[in-house]
């Protein structure tokens, strides 16, 4: 029985509970290796905006076999394929969601995830942007899905074989913060463009950079650099590498540019994401 683990609330502030739902079609592969598209009418599992939600049950799925995308009436859909090895499980393992909506970001991580046939892609061209599977720093892999305006959300589980359904809706308003950037081989989650930073500065993201090297520098509006320092990411030739650094940042006011990267082995230019930045 395909069954619908929904993020949603009631007055006492229960953690989510399952219903039965069924899925719809139209779903079209990102990844590879999927198997054709669901059918079936709406769920009427509705859509919340809460910051987190869990569900699944054992460990059996190790791989993300695939990361599928349909645009339906008034909501978009994501469908996480999961599986054993190269097959397809039969069950959705443990998963938690992290959410921040006004900020276009939702993050499905899955513990028991080793191995990932697919590691990013981009997804339509209204709400939802693109995704990025990552390898999580405290083990298993995460997914992050990045939308262009704030959102609610929905989660089905599917059994049989194992699938993940995130549904996505646009909520109407703008986001709060910028979308992270992305150069050459980095993606910068934070801070993001025009953030205030102060000390200490703290600044994560994933890489695909050689031999997961990443090179932070932060400088001042005359071009000085203030801070340098290279921190190395969880994996770079599976997936994205998870990177975080905490750094002692010195007296800084004005306006700078913070740039994560790596230098080209061809000619010495820099390679990466880069924002503005204003001191605190």
């Known amino acids: 029985m395909d ?4 993020a949603s609330e009631d007055a006492a502030g229960e953690e989510p509970r399952t219903a039965v739902a069924a899925p719809e079609a139209g779903e079209a592969t990102v990844g590879v290796t999927a198997h054709t598209g669901e059918k079936g009418g709406s769920s009427g599992v509705p859509f919340v905006t809460r910051p987190e939600a869990s569900g699944g049950s054992s460990y059996e799925a190790d791989t993300v076999l695939a990361v599928r995308y349909g645009a339906h009436e008034g909501y978009e ?3 996480l394929d999961l599986g054993t090895g190269h097959e397809p499980a039969a069950s959705v393992p443990e998963w938690t969601l992290m959410s921040s909506t006004s900020s276009g970001r939702l993050r499905v991580t899955l513990p028991s995830m080793s191995r990932t046939a697919v590691s990013d892609g981009t997804l339509g061209d209204a709400l939802l942007q693109s995704f990025y599977v990552v390898r999580a720093p405290d083990g298993g892999m995460f997914v992050d899905v990045f939308a262009r305006k704030s959102f609610g959300y929905r989660v089905l589980e599917l059994s049989d074989p194992a699938r993940l359904v995130v549904d996505f809706k646009p909520e109407g308003s703008p986001l709060k913060s910028r979308p992270p950037a992305v150069g050459g081989a980095t993606v910068l989650v934070e801070p993001r463009a025009g953030a205030r930073i102060g000390d200490p500065l703290t600044v994560c993201g994933y890489s695909r950079n050689f031999e997961a090297s990443n090179t932070i520098v932060l400088e001042d509006s005359k071009g000085r650099a203030v801070i340098r320092r290279t921190v190395l990411s969880n994996d770079w030739t ?3 590498g998870y990177f975080e650094a905490t750094l002692d940042l010195p007296p800084f006011g004005g306006k700078g540019t913070l740039r994560v990267g790596t230098e080209s082995a061809r000619d010495g230019t820099f390679e ?7 001191g605190s």
């Not at 069954?3 to 929904?6: E, T």
């Not at 990466?272 to 930045?277: L, Q, R, T």
């Open 238 to 240: 599976s997936t994205w």
């Open 77 to 79: 859909r994501v469908v």
């Open 3 to 6: 069954r619908s683990a929904a």
């Open 272 to 278: 990466g994401a880069e924002v503005p930045v204003k």
